[in-house]
């Protein structure tokens, strides 16, 4: 397939690119600064282009399959966090004029305010507060995708990243804010970017997770 990757010099999207490349897809990074991703192979484009301009991506997405996006913003003390809804609303209108309308995204665990109730005391006392700017703006994001009825969508929810390297690993799967064992409580706390990563590119032939958001670790 043909694929144009957003946010493709980051730890997870790095990952992403060169799975993609593996399994013999046709990669176009579109980066902000095309010299930190150093990846060469003759089936990766990399491509300068504005995250948050229409206009910028719409000519990169033409011709592609599908659109898949780990970008990811720093949290923010003194303001909002604004990246993700802003990169998305211009992800989908590039979208749209280019006649894509395949995406899929990468949040996190506990975007949905309150989710966190069950997860650990270091994660629900310390973690999400230091996080939460960044959550919020993901929830927001979650949310303007789930009114988009003209795109199929797919978030991917992981929770805390790690930098091993991939595994074989099942996957456990559930349609909420993290996957929960038999009593409620969350299962797991991290799972490896590249897992992420091999998961998200499953999702280019799986239609099961077709406009929702799904939480995933490995098992």
Known sequence: MKIAVLGATGQTGQQLVSQALQQGHIVTAIVRNPEKLTTAHDNLKVVEG????????KPHFKDQDAVMSCLGFPPSVLGGVTG??????ATLGAMREARVNRIITMTSWYTEPNSGSKASFFVRNMLLPMIRSVLSNMYEMEQHLQKTEDINWTVIRPPGLKNIPVTENKFLTHEGCYVPDEKGYPIGQTISRADVARFMLSQLTNSSWIKKAVAIITK
């Not at 504005?50 to 991506?57: A, M």
């Open 50 to 57: 504005n995250i948050f301009s229409e206009d910028s991506l």
């Open 84 to 89: 993700y809804t802003e990169s998305m609303t």
